[in-house]
């Protein structure tokens, strides 16, 4: 088959990685469709994960929602209509996932759903809507877990669904051990295993009301924990332009520094004592690693990794992300929750056995 692999976002760059692989034996068009451009945001994960360079760059860069799904779509569909693919394979649930599958739908073309029936009930949410629509209009989908699973049966989602486990998880498992024993980049930072925190913030709901963005921010300058913050290039304008940037600046406990490659993340991430973020990989990453979870939202697309005690969800509130940051110290044994690192493979085996759909 050919196969059309849409990305856009450092999450399906790590996704694609061990699923292009597995696809070895298919044409493979591979999409980019430009929705992280920056260096640190994009390029650097094609370069540490040997991710072949794109055969399409759509270059739509950032936008509002509404201009930045149309251009995609527009371009995609132009792609399409060149390459006709035998099928189109979309990841997580970004603005490049939805307008990838409606491109693909559109032009009758079969469509994959790589991480399908994601739920975390929040339609203020837009990735929550995107997941939706994404997974009632795709013919194949790809679960990550039986919870997943449970939220598609719920919606009458019963067709071609299969839990193949995350495909994520293969690629941690994969570079993981590559990264344990290399501690660079905690050198540069004067960074010691478990006596520092890690902090991403990058969410709309956070970063676009400064009144829930200056609740966090204040919340880790209050901690009196030594804090890496790896910054997001639209959180980073957002706190430049607010009050509370030259607060930050005076702590010396904290240090904000550019986003991170994935390996550097990888072990920042292994090494903390814990995580305070609003990403869904993160919180996922984090409970792979066994690393407590401190998740800056009041839902979550991941409920296993809450219903398993090693995340838990504090919302902005200045004084209850204080208190959780004292008082959060899961213990014990974690759920193997998604798979056997094989889920590329799964996905691979399964396209194979549907050629021709």
């Known amino acids: 088959m050919k196969v059309a692999c849409v990305v856009g976002v450092r999450p399906e760059f790590i996704q694609a990685e061990p699923v292009i692989k597995e696809l070895k ?70 603005n490049s996932t939805l307008s990838g599958a409606l491109a693909s739908v559109k032009l009758r073309i079969p469509l ?36 997943a699973i449970a939220n598609l049966k719920m919606e009458g989602v019963l067709n071609c669904v299969y839990n193949t486990g995350d495909v994520m998880y293969d690629s941690l498992i994969q570079k993981i051990d590559s990264v344990r024993n290399n501690r660079d980049i905690l050198n540069e930072f004067g960074l010691e295993s478990r006596k520092y925190f890690l902090v991403t913030l990058h969410r709309s709901e956070n970063t676009e009301n400064i009144h829930s963005l200056k609740n966090v921010l204040h919340a880790i300058d209050e901690s009196d924990k030594q804090i890496i913050f790896p910054i997001h290039p639209r959180t980073e304008k957002l706190i430049k332009d607010s009050s509370v940037f030259s607060i930050l600046n005076k702590n010396s406990a904290i240090r904000m520094i550019k986003p991170l490659g994935y390996l550097n993340f ?84 399964i396209l194979n056995s549907l050629e021709g759909i």
């Open 25 to 94: 034996k298919h044409d493979v068009i591979l999409v980019h469709t430009g929705q992280h451009y920056d260096y640190e945001m994009s390029k650097i994960f094609f370069d540490e994960l040997s991710i072949p360079e794109p055969d399409y760059h759509l270059g739509v860069g950032s936008g509002y929602h509404g201009h930045q799904t149309a251009d995609i779509l527009k371009n995609f569909e132009d792609v399409l209509l060149k390459e006709e693919p035998d099928c189109v394979l979309v990841f997580g649930d970004t």
């Open 112 to 147: 994959a759903h790589v991480e399908a029936g994601l739920r975390s009930f929040d339609r203020r949410m837009p990735e929550e809507i995107n997941r939706v629509i994404v997974d009632h209009i795709s013919n194949i989908l790809f679960s990550p877990t039986e919870i």
């Open 266 to 349: 990888l072990k920042i991430l292994q090494g903390a004592s814990k995580v305070l973020t609003d990403s869904g990989g993160v919180q996922k990453q984090a409970f792979m690693l066994g690393i407590p979870c401190i998740t800056l939202r009041e839902s979550t697309e991941w409920v296993e990794t809450v219903e398993s005690g090693w995340n838990v969800l504090v919302g902005t509130d200045k004084d209850r992300i204080k208190r959780t940051i004292n008082s959060f110290n899961p213990f014990g044994e974690r759920p193997k929750l998604y798979g056997e690192g094989d889920a590329s493979k799964k996905i691979s085996q």
